[in-house]
């Protein structure tokens, strides 16, 4: 059993920035790719940003490409999301998720644990 807890959420003005971190339980984290999701109210749950098990690649969607960052840190089992540039279209609930394996994906379906998620709200 996998746990995840996201923390970082938050207030802001746009074109301000918010540093997400999600950390896992477990000592596997290291093994899997690892991914973040947001769900505004109504809507469906979309794929923001993934980065495979080592690190050493990333996937992001269009929506945010050149204004977030995905890393982990795999000695303190945490994947983190830099949000920079932030625009109101951003306000979502944002959750990390862990892969059933080592490749990244933008497929919910790939994804088996969840946290529970955390809220960023940006302000025009």
């Known amino acids: 059993q996998v746990q995840l807890v996201e923390s970082g959420g938050g207030l802001v003005q746009a074109g301000g920035s918010l540093r997400l971190s999600c950390a896992a339980s477990?000592?596997?984290?290291?093994?899997?790719?690892m991914g973040w999701f947001r769900q505004a109210p109504g809507k469906e749950r979309l794929f923001v940003a993934s980065i495979s098990r080592s690190g050493g690649n990333t996937y992001y969607a269009d929506s945010v490409k050149g204004r977030f960052t995905i890393s982990r840190d795999n000695d303190e089992n945490t994947v983190y999301l830099q949000m920079n540039s932030l625009k109101p279209e951003d306000t979502a609930v944002y959750y990390c998720a862990k892969a059933r394996g080592a490749i990244q994906s933008g497929r919910i379906s790939e994804y088996n644990y969840w946290g529970q998620g955390t809220q960023v709200t940006v302000s025009s």
């Open positions: 477990g000592r596997t984290f290291s093994l899997y790719a």
